[in-house]
């Protein structure tokens, strides 16, 4: 679960983790009221919306006054925000978080999650604070310092200040900027976050050390320790069909592609996707049902496959172990009828009782394509799709 940069910074205080003095401002007038109050010469108006990328958008701008402030408001408030990680439609924004203007000296970059590959979280940082951290990846590798930690003692003094002295922090401000790493990782901890990012960490002229920007994600599966933490979820930031998704413990992700796909198990997703990609055809989606998903979760993952008005044809691959063939296949004829639906469908279906799946989508009376290997499912499905144009 995504929360807004206040939410995470209020949280992130609690910690002890230093950050700007700021105000949420829904309106102009809101706006001008919190630059009069945080009394500084120049306030930043920041656009709130679950995405990076906000200033290159037009959605980070300095105000000189509180008038200022309110006419930037008025601008910001209501736009279609369009940023790399929104996609174009861009996402609407409805608030706004009013900051003191702060004397920037040096940027770096700090961020915490999780490394698959060693299975450990891991403490990131760099100099190049302030850019896309996915790009400073690419391009320059060897300016992201990481301090793999140990879950049995966390992270130790000893590597905060050897991330703090890599980043060339001033040698009179390494306890500083260790206590501050320190704090941070106890917040990332004791919230059960996947994600903390701090972008940028600020070095102010008056030499102090203030997360300038903040991003928090939390893992879900840890969100029944934080019951309090659900009222900061922002439905409005997600995508309607995710939000439906996760009603039936549905695994759904919204992509730009015109194929449906309905999966059961995370790694034939994945391997779907590819080969519908292999094909020529574009995903549009990932939906994982599960390995012990119900018919009326079959039924429910079909139906929202289908309000995508992008969806031209979709591939159904199950590979049945825990989740019989039979019960998707009645789960997906149940859907088809009740939906009416009108696009082709191409189901691929190995495993417990394939048999009977195959005969019930046979007998169906809706038309289904079937396919034998991956390969074959996805060229059919991809010729389905480009034939509807």
């Not at 941070?184 to 008056?206: G, H, Q, R």
């Amino acid at each position: 679960m995504k929360i807004h940069e206040y939410q995470g910074k209020a949280l992130l205080k609690e910690y002890g983790v230093p950050v700007p003095r700021g105000i949420v401002a829904r309106t102009p007038e809101e706006a001008e009221a919190a630059a009069r109050e945080l009394g500084t010469d120049v306030v930043v108006v920041k656009a709130q919306i679950h995405a990076g990328g906000r200033g290159k958008g037009g959605g980070v701008k300095l105000a000189k006054s509180p008038e200022e402030a309110k006419r930037i408001a008025s601008e910001i408030l209501g736009m279609l925000l369009v940023t790399h990680q929104t996609g174009p439609e861009g996402r609407e924004v409805k608030t706004l978080l009013i900051e003191e203007g702060l004397p920037i000296d040096r940027e770096f970059y700090l961020g915490i999650t999780l490394d698959r590959v060693t299975g450990r979280n891991v403490f990131m940082a760099s100099s190049a604070g302030g850019m896309d951290i996915e790009k400073v990846a690419e391009e320059t590798p060897e300016l992201i310092l990481k301090e793999t930690i140990d879950p049995s003692v966390g992270l130790r003094g000893f590597q905060a200040r050897k991330l703090a002295f890599g980043l060339g922090i001033p040698n009179d401000l390494i306890n500083q900027a260790a206590k501050f790493m320190l704090s941070l990782y106890d917040a990332y901890e004791k919230m059960d976050a996947s994600l903390v990012e701090i972008n940028p960490f600020l070095l102010t002229k008056d030499n102090r050390l203030i997360a300038l920007d903040a991003k928090v994600t939390f893992d879900d599966n840890a969100m029944f320790r934080h019951k309090d933490y659900a009222d900061l979820r922002d439905l409005s930031e997600e995508e309607p069909l995710e939000i439906e998704a996760s009603k039936f413990d549905l695994n759904y992700i919204k992509l730009d592609g015109n194929i449906g796909c309905m999966v059961n198990g995370a790694g034939l997703a994945m391997a779907t996707m590819d080969i519908i990609k292999l094909a020529g055809g574009e995903p549009a989606n990932f939906l994982d049902v599960g390995g012990g998903a119900s018919q009326e979760r079959v039924e429910q993952a079909f139906k929202i496959l289908l309000a995508d008005d992008n969806v031209r044809a979709v591939l159904i691959n199950i590979f049945g172990g825990i989740v019989r063939c039979d019960m998707v296949a009645n789960g997906v004829v149940a859907a088809a009828k009740n939906l009416g639906v009108s696009i082709p469908i191409v189901a691929r279906l190995e495993g417990t009782n394939v048999e009977e799946g195959r005969r019930v989508l046979n007998e169906s009376g809706i038309g289904i394509i079937p396919a034998t290997t991956m390969n074959d499912a996805a060229e059919k499905v991809v010729s389905a799709a480009n034939a509807e144009f």
